[in-house]
């Protein structure tokens, strides 16, 4: 009976310190960086703000002001949101969406008007860098589309199939605002990740996609941009948005960039990483090395089994603390409140339905709702990895205590057992099984979902995936996916381990002779 | 003494247990008979507190058994059910102590009360270190009834014990137990429709009849001078 109990103690106590250990490992820079204050980057998930992101970053660092990129972080939405909360010091944004998150709607305001409104933020407007990137609709100039030239054709081509991308679906100034302009109301478009439609144009499978002017590859496919002929897009000149705190040396140092980035640079820079694969840090650096006298030489792209080496290195600590203090927080927090939900009938429906809703929410949109109260990074993506492990550990754990036998509870009632030795030497021991079935269920969703926690900047293996999508760069997906994917296959092993350590021997060595008893 | 006071138990209305009235005084040996679907274990869920009568009360030595005084009065129970209900986690001889272990006894008087059960019951102390699913139902129930003795109860409640077990150890532990249970002073209620299995547990018999009390006597009584048609039927169908 003590050696069960020390048992117990035992898997609990090592769990703590292995918490522990990695969560000072991987706060440890963080604690290094506190003292001189370090500007953050923020970019959106797609080349062009992943290359200005990095260009931005490599011009601080040139101006000896240390800085970060925060990159490839969600939509525009969540980008917004990090600079209003001081997530981030800058990201390079294009005045169209600005006013768009400024005023939710799309008027033209005046240079000024800008200024003024985003100073209510606490923001001020940073260089502009010299090209502008509207949206556009892009078609193939053979084919179904041969003969379309402009947006309201549109209106009588019931036959071609439209995929865009799901922001350019959802916002007022992208397809809404569009379809109502154009009386489109009828078509209904596809959703589907920006990085993948070029893809899918060119094999065949849509007919149309959103574009920004931008693109290297309308040039490269020889695509056609559709004639805005009512004029709908508004103007997406490409700019810094930063916080008014920022230092005079670092708001100095990013306005050496002003009207440095023609159109043809930044569609030569959006082909070198979109069609020539390299990353947008490369490209950056080429720009940047381009600005110095030494001039740019591209360096040999590294092996994937290295750069696969460099992501665990990088995000491998930073994905195991989000998956396992979350998933220690859920246990801690979960079986008790198994217990209780056990033990009162009506609570527990109450607890177990709580849980099963919060367990529907999609994991985007749970980081979206976090980040207004805790901002972005590693906490909202904790919080979130929490409330999707609390379900399968809470609910296991009352289905473990369901599971006791009415004989063998009653026995331990009759035998007039406290409630804490029923509790821990009976009941949690009898129901071990199933709860650590249940921790196990939630690691493994965890593993996954960890994956999205890079959309909001917490790191982890989604951030090769994230900027991998966004570059359409199935090489670097495949450096985030193969980490995640056999992390999950570690975990099944970790917990096979972890039930000859936790559940009793009795149970175990019963248990198999049932199972050979089954087995013909 | 255990005393039940027009205890009744209704399940729906036309399933009610009781009201019965029934003194056991200390010392005694009492079987609750019967077929199936009686009442009798009911009645003796009623008195372990397993169940609460909807009308009625019991009593243990005068006083009425409420939550503070059933924790007193089972720390004083031995009880043992048919399917033995040893946890299944725990080794035998764990199973055994655990109770003891609970009551905070020294560890050498612990041991020293396992060899005695572990002889009184015919166990080896190896087999005490299997786990129950590596024992036979009988010896199941050997050790399930180590544990209901472990703390010398003064109040010995028996449901169905052997119930469970083939013929021939059914048989042998009849005897055994019956020999047992006649060399220990506590208060016995036992639960049986095996009215020869009633006999070797018990002096006084208690045959239940759709929830109530049809005749209450010793073993000679009831054969001799059965009450009813009921008894009659009950004694023939249990055989000479």
Redesign the interface.
Same mark, same amino acid.
């Given at each position: /009976?003590k050696r069960?109990k020390r048992l117990f103690l035992r898997a609990c106590v090592a769990l703590v310190l292995g918490m522990g250990v990695l969560v000072s490992i991987c706060s440890k820079p963080a604690i290094a960086h506190a003292e001189t204050p370090v500007v953050r980057v923020g970019s959106k998930r797609f080349p062009e703000s992943l290359i200005l992101g990095e260009i931005a970053v490599a011009v601080l660092r040139r101006a000896g002001v240390p800085a970060e990129h925060r990159a490839g972080l969600g939509g525009t939405a969540i980008v917004w949101t990090a600079l209003q909360s001081n997530a981030i010091d800058l990201y390079p944004e294009y005045t169209g969406s600005l006013v768009h998150n400024l005023l939710g709607d799309d008027r033209r305001l005046s240079p000024e008007e800008l200024t003024a409104a985003l100073a209510k933020e606490d923001l001020a407007v940073g260089p502009h860098l010299g090209f502008a990137n509207t949206y556009a609709l892009a078609v193939k100039k053979t084919g179904k589309t041969a003969d379309l030239l402009s947006i309201s054709q549109l209106a009588t081509r019931s036959d071609l199939v439209l995929g865009f991308s799901h922001e350019f679906i959802g916002r007022d100034d992208g397809w809404v605002g569009l379809s109502s302009r154009y009386g489109l109301g009828s078509l209904a478009p596809k959703g589907l990740d920006h990085g993948l439609a070029y893809d899918a144009l060119g094999a065949g499978s849509i007919d149309l996609t959103d574009a920004y002017s931008t693109d290297a590859r309308i040039a490269r496919m020889d695509l056609r941009v559709l004639d805005d002929d009512r004029a709908f897009f508004p103007n997406y000149d490409a700019m810094l948005v930063m916080r008014r705190s920022l230092s005079v040396e670092a708001t100095r140092a990013l306005a050496t960039l002003a009207g440095r980035l023609t159109p043809e640079t930044m569609r030569a820079l959006n082909a070198a990483v979109e069609l020539d694969g390299r990353t947008p840090a490369e490209a950056a650096e080429r720009f940047t090395d381009d600005l110095s006298p030494r001039g740019g030489v591209l360096r040999p792209r590294p092996s994937f089994l290295s750069d696969l080496l460099g992501v665990l290195r990088a995000e491998g600590p930073r994905h195991l603390m989000l998956v396992f203090v979350s998933l220690l927080a859920a246990v801690l927090i979960g079986v008790p409140l198994g217990i209780l939900a056990h033990a009162r009938r009506g609570l527990g429906r109450l607890v177990l339905g709580l849980a099963g809703i919060l367990q529907t929410i999609p994991s985007l949109a749970m980081l979206a709702f976090l980040i207004p109260v805790f901002g972005i990074g590693v906490t909202p993506a904790l919080c979130a990895l929490f409330v999707y492990a609390l379900l399968p550990i809470v609910r296991n754990t009352v289905v473990g205590l369901d599971e006791v $036998?009415t !004989?063998?509870r #009653? !026995? !331990? /009632?009759?035998?007039?057992?406290?409630v804490s030795?029923r509790l821990l030497?009976?009941d949690l $021991?009898?129901a071990s099984r199933t709860i650590l079935a249940g921790v196990k269920t939630s690691a493994i969703i965890n593993v996954g979902t960890a994956t999205i926690a890079a959309f909001i900047g917490a790191g982890g293996f989604g951030v090769p995936i994230s900027t991998g999508l966004g570059l359409s760069d199935t090489r670097m997906i495949l450096l985030g996916a193969i980490p995640a994917a056999c992390l999950a296959i570690a975990l099944e092993g970790l917990f096979f381990v972890m039930d000859r350590w936790s559940v009793? #021997?009795?149970?175990r060595? #019963?248990g198999r002779?049932r199972d050979e008893r089954q087995s013909p | 003494m255990i005393t039940l006071a027009g205890v009744t138990r209704r399940f729906d209305d036309a399933n009610v247990v009781g009201p019965v009235d029934l003194e056991i005084p200390t010392g005694a040996r009492v079987a609750l008979i019967g077929p199936s679907g009686c009442g009798k274990s009911t009645l003796l869920r009623l008195v372990v507190g397993l169940a609460v009568p909807d009308a009625g009360h019991v009593a243990v030595e005068g006083a009425r058994l409420e939550p503070a005084s059933l924790s007193v009065f089972r720390r004083r129970v031995g009880y043992l059910t048919q399917d033995a209900a040893l946890f299944p986690h725990l080794r035998c001889v764990d199973n055994v102590a655990l109770r003891m272990r609970e009551a905070k006894r020294p560890s050498d008087v612990i041991e020293a009360r396992l060899d005695e059960l572990a002889s009184l019951v015919r166990l080896s102390r190896d087999l005490l270190r299997r786990y129950p699913f590596q024992l036979s139902g009988g010896q199941r129930q050997r050790v399930a009834l180590m544990r209901a003795l472990a703390l010398g109860p003064s109040y010995l409640l028996l449901d169905e014990p052997l119930a469970a077990l083939d013929p021939i150890s059914r048989r042998e532990l009849q005897e055994e137990l019956g020999a047992l249970v006649r060399t220990l002073s506590a208060t016995t209620l036992v639960v049986t429709h095996d009215l020869r299995e009633a006999e070797l547990l018990a002096d006084r018999a208690v045959l239940l009849r759709a929830g109530r009390i049809e005749q209450d006597d010793d073993f000679p009584a009831l054969r001799a001078t059965p009450k009813s048609d009921y008894v009659r039927d009950f004694l023939r169908a249990a055989g000479p």
């Open positions: /009976m069960m $036998p !004989a063998q #009653e !026995a !331990a /009632m009759v035998m007039d057992l406290s030795t030497q009976i $021991p009898l009793p #021997e009795g149970l060595l #019963e002779q | -």
